[in-house]
């Protein structure tokens, strides 16, 4: 997809009503926190659109911002392509920015679909945990239809996506132009591909989901780019397919969750019976949870608690390497450049 204006031009009309977090991000929208990935995202709005009229407007006109790219939700009235930031605190800072500006809130919103965009292709299996990793990490526990998936590029000659949660790119602009930790941990200026995304449809999305999938996705692009985090990146998929070990959910990472250029009949519906495989068992680990701490709150409040369930399994994992990154992070910063 195409984005034709530049971030500067956002967040000067921006300003208008966010004056403070325009200005900050001027300043820092290009810095990137901890080595990890930059992030681009896509707002896919499911109503009439009228309330982005005045910033599409003020961009340039429909013209210049929406009828450059065809792709979007099926469902859709406009997708408004973002251009990239340097972290997940930018990106949500400009969510933020942009909900003042239109007066209407953007997270946790139904009708509007959020798509955050990572740079670097995964392969398929990493991209199955990309997936997983954000389903189970997230704030919100959703339910899918095959609707809810389906985009214009769906069955696209040039660039068929399939009904996907997570897609690569169809060959649109792509911005390097961000910080990169390589293996040496010596901070590159620009990232070590020049084309190639991986891209996640988060639907009614959170800022806890920004954070989650930014840090998942750059433990496995690292992982797979011989980058700083390539380590942890490992680490993390190690205890992941253990998680899912546990809970008999391995067999969920042999589904197609990315379409690749090979795929066979059939491959979407493949995937969808593995969404809704990890959908029903996630939302029968969170009753059982619940019932089980109603359970010893009421009658059996001096006994230990058993595990928690897969969910808070997951919470906990991401806490974890998201420690992990920010504690030697914070080594690297106090010895400089990282050895």
Known sequence: MACTYRLQDLLALLKSKAPATADALTSTFRRVEQGLLSVGLKIHCLDDGEKFDKLIEGLGGASKILDVNHYKDARASLCLVLPPVGSATSATQLIECLEQFIGSPIFGNRQIQLQL?????????????????????????????????RTTFQSCFTHPRGIRLVLYD???????????WNRC????????????????????????DIQNINLVATLLVHSEYDGYWRVLGQEFS??????????????????????????????????????????????GESTRVKQRRLLLF??????????????????????????????????VSQAGEPA
């Not at 020049?194 to 449809?201: A, H, I, P, Q, V």
Request: hydrophobic content about 40%; charged content about 25%; some cysteine.
């Open 238 to 283: 190690v205890e992941m397919e253990a998680l899912l070990e546990r809970h008999i959910l391995t067999g969920l990472l042999a589904a197609p969750w990315i379409r690749q250029s090979w795929a066979q009949i059939g491959d979407d519906d493949r995937f969808f019976a593995a969404l809704q495989e990890l959908v029903a068992y996630a939302y």
């Open 185 to 208: 941990g010596a901070r590159e200026p620009k990232l070590p591909f020049t084309k190639g995304r991986t891209d996640l449809l988060i639907g009614s999305g959170s800022r806890l």
């Open 298 to 331: 009421e009658r059996w409040r001096d006994v230990p608690a058993r595990p928690s369930g897969i969910l808070e399994e997951m919470q906990r994992l991401l806490s974890k390497y998201r420690k992990l990154i920010e504690r030697q992070s914070n080594l």
């Open 117 to 149: 965009c990572s740079p670097g292709q995964l392969s398929a299996r990493a991209s199955a945990l990309l997936g997983i990793a954000f389903y189970l990490g997230s704030d919100t526990l959703r339910r899918y239809t095959q609707a809810d998936l």
């Open 170 to 180: 169809a060959g649109g602009d792509f911005d390097n132009e961000f910080t990169w």
